[in-house]
């Protein structure tokens, strides 16, 4: 159920809620599993409630956007058969093994 409040929602959960949760997730609870959903989702919605008291004042969001990405540049690397076969873990007749897969 929600009541409206003078600074937003709050949610007052009920089994019933936890029930057609459960149905839209295609899971089946027992009466304890409800119970003890109902009072871990009554934990939370207290905690978003502690949340809503906070006064933040006058904030200023810096929302501006800009590019975070470098420029591409080329970077000599030094990359050769020798090379790779010394870091790779196993290999075989100048093959690298992997695990099988299927």
Known sequence: MIRGGWRGYTFVMEIKDVEALAELARIELSEEEKKKILADMGSILEYV??????????????DQRYNVWREDE???????RDLILKQFPDSQDGF???????
Do not use: C, H, M, T
Request: proline share 4%.
């Open 49 to 62: 409630k502690d949340i809503e008291k906070v006064e933040v004042g006058n904030i200023k969001l810096d």
């Open 74 to 80: 080329a970077r000599p690397r030094e990359f050769s």
């Open 96 to 102: 690298l093994k992997v695990k099988k897969i299927l």
